[in-house]
């Protein structure tokens, strides 16, 4: 018999009704392919991929989870810290799941104004948190697959 699989939803609520939206898409597929999981909330999308590394650092004999999703928001302003947030975040995150091994579905929009986020974390279409979801439980099903082995 097989443990559970369960992954952690790392959110940054920045965006309160956004990133709502995307952690109900991610939980539906979740909760259909009757995964545990747990939300911890960091103050923005930077900060999501320390606090990844940071579990995966206190659980190095045994990890606590098989997956992670990360879910937020970037809305370009008129500075260049969009571009700084947008990249950073997303370089962190397929650092750290090459360099660790660990899935990591990656939710987090960039998107140039709210219409295009709400769109985009809609339940009603296409949202991406449901999208990050499918990818890390694919990524999970690859490294548990004997298939390759």
Known sequence: MTDKKKVLLVCSPY????????????????????????????????????AIKLILDKSKIKPLFDGFVALGCIIKGETYHFEIVSNESSRALTDLSLNYSIPIGNGILTVLNKDQAFKRSDPQQSNKGADAAMACLSLINIKNSKEYE
């Open 15 to 50: 965006y309160k009704d956004i990133t709502k939206n995307l952690i109900d898409g991610a939980t539906k597929i979740l909760n259909s392919n009757s995964i545990e999981y747990k939300i911890l909330y960091v103050p923005g999308a930077l900060e999501i991929s320390p």
